[in-house]
């Protein structure tokens, strides 16, 4: 079995051998980092396990190259950004026509139509807006629910994660909310006005939205930045029922989740939302969101801004909308998220969730496998968690590192905030066999010590 000290022998090896074989990464690494914070022009990309920042030079179908040749699959997909592959051809050439006419107007455009159209034949709700991420979105929809009902409160599930939104950095901590400590420059309490409770806990929801003064509940359908967790049956259909019975609003965060179909989750699984959020992957990479609104909530939203003194709402920003995003949005959705697409992906999904269980059995290990559509992720026990509390004590970072860099040295590359793996149309069975085969390795390699040579 392995160890600390295996982890950490096997890891400071695989750093060698990245060093080794990055020199153009390294160099262009140290040269950012006169200029930009962490060497990088988002301090995220430093999260990543590798000694220094990886160097794209090119991200094409499921496939990344770096500066220094060396070529990867790609299951990460930018975190989602990219679910359905780098540089799919239809949008590639819609924005290169858009680009030739025009990126930004703060007026709409000819595909403003179309889109809105589509976006509620696909997820069922009437009126939309738009955002540059569901970052935005989120935080856009909050102000017009608490517009539109007059409440102040939101409430999270523990470990939640909605972007850059800063009411929901609130945390279960024995049991008591306290705002996240990883949260910087926050001046502001924020458990005055966000309640959390832990995902499946019917009784907790129901006594936190008995007040009558939770203007809505903000979840993933599934969460997914906590690792997986999964509902438990019934437990969205007695919780919408909840959150009706005293008047608060559900908002569904389908950024990730929407790896479950052309729909979503809640179009595949019968879920009813007052509000919807599309983030990251909606418009083939180009920075793009969506939100929308049920009839009843559109109006009310409506009313609250004209019952409003003159002046800005403080929702939006000049380049939400843009005719860039709306034209890659109209591809992606008319082109490349179609039913075939998600068929293939999701298939995928289903063979690398078996393979990756079959390899981790061979091993004697006591992980387990989540798979939600077009989405899989392993985690570090036997036992699938029920909430974020449960969830968080199967980080191993150490471990987690150690896999996530071996796997990067074989060629292969995971989401580096948690053990994520997501097909996309363009990813094939030869990629999906290259991660099973890295996967093997890398585990035998752990399983004695982590001694050996790599591939």
């Given at each position: 079995?392995?160890?600390?000290?295996?982890?950490?022998?096997?890891?400071?090896?695989?750093?060698?051998?990245?060093?080794?074989?990055?020199?153009?990464?390294?160099?262009?690494?140290?040269?950012?980092?006169?200029?930009?914070?962490?060497?990088?022009?988002?301090?995220?990309?430093?999260?990543?396990?590798?000694?220094?920042?990886?160097?794209?030079?090119?991200?094409?179908?499921?496939?990344?190259?770096?500066?220094?040749?060396?070529?990867?699959?790609?299951?990460?997909?930018?975190d989602t950004g990219a679910m359905f592959g780098h540089a799919p051809a239809p949008v590639a050439q819609a924005v290169q026509r858009q680009v030739a006419q025009g990126c930004t107007t703060m007026l709409a455009s000819d595909d403003v139509a179309w889109v809105g159209a589509e976006l509620a034949r696909r997820f069922g709700l009437p009126m939309w807006q738009t955002a540059l991420s569901a970052s935005d979105a989120n935080r856009f929809l909050l102000r017009w629910v608490r517009a539109a009902t007059g409440r102040k409160k939101l409430l999270v599930f523990n470990g939640c994660y909605h972007g850059t939104v800063d009411d929901v950095f609130v945390d279960l901590v024995n049991g008591q909310p306290r705002q996240r400590d990883s949260l910087l420059g926050q001046v502001h309490d924020l458990t005055e006005h966000t309640v959390v409770v832990e995902f499946n806990d019917l009784p907790a929801l129901e006594a936190a939205l008995k007040a009558g003064d939770v203007a809505c509940v903000l979840a993933e359908p599934v969460m997914t930045n906590i690792g997986m967790v999964l509902p438990e049956d019934g437990f969205w259909s007695q919780a919408q029922a909840l959150i009706r019975q005293h008047g608060s609003l559900?908002?569904?965060?389908?950024?990730?989740?929407?790896?479950?179909?052309?729909?979503?989750?809640?179009?595949?699984?019968?879920?009813?939302?007052?509000?919807?959020?599309?983030?990251?992957?909606?418009?083939?990479?180009?920075?793009?969101?969506?939100?929308?609104?049920?009839?009843?909530?559109a109006q009310q939203a409506m009313q609250a801004k004209r019952a409003a003194p003159p002046g800005h709402s403080g929702i939006g920003t000049t380049l939400t909308g843009n005719m860039l995003a709306m034209a890659a949005m109209r591809a992606t959705l008319a082109e490349?998220?179609?039913?075939?697409?998600?068929?293939?992906?999701?298939?995928?999904?289903?063979?690398?969730?078996?393979?990756?269980?079959?390899?981790?059995?061979?091993?004697?290990l006591a992980w387990s496998v989540t798979q939600v559509g077009a989405r899989c992720?392993?985690?570090?026990?036997?036992?699938?968690?029920v909430n974020g509390t449960q969830a968080e004590a199967l980080f191993d970072p150490a471990l987690e590192s150690l896999i996530h860099l071996?796997?990067?040295?074989?060629?292969?590359?995971?989401?580096?905030?948690?053990?994520?793996?997501?097909?996309?149309?363009?990813?094939?069975?030869?990629?999906?066999?290259?991660?099973?085969?890295?996967?093997?390795?890398?585990?035998?390699?752990?399983?004695?010590?982590?001694?050996?040579?790599?591939?």
């Open positions: 079995m392995y160890t600390k000290d295996s982890i950490d022998a096997m890891t400071q090896r695989e750093r060698d051998h990245f060093i080794t074989a990055h020199p153009k990464s390294q160099a262009l690494a140290t040269q950012a980092a006169q200029h930009w914070l962490y060497g990088v022009p988002l301090h995220w990309m430093s999260d990543w396990s590798t000694p220094f920042a990886l160097q794209v030079s090119r991200a094409q179908g499921s496939h990344l190259t770096d500066v220094d040749g060396l070529n990867y699959v790609d299951f990460c997909l930018g559900l908002i569904l965060d389908e950024t990730h989740t929407f790896s479950s179909g052309p729909g979503g989750y809640a179009r595949a699984h019968g879920l009813q939302s007052d509000a919807l959020v599309l983030g990251k992957p909606i418009a083939g990479g180009v920075p793009c969101a969506v939100y929308g609104f049920s009839a009843k909530l490349v998220a179609t039913d075939a697409a998600f068929a293939h992906m999701i298939a995928l999904a289903g063979q690398l969730a078996d393979g990756l269980r079959a390899c981790i059995e061979r091993h004697h992720e392993f985690q570090f026990g036997s036992v699938l968690p071996a796997l990067l040295n074989r060629g292969v590359i995971i989401t580096p905030f948690h053990n994520m793996l997501l097909c996309s149309p363009a990813t094939t069975q030869a990629d999906v066999q290259r991660l099973l085969t890295a996967f093997d390795e890398v585990l035998a390699l752990l399983l004695k010590d982590g001694v050996g040579d790599l591939a």
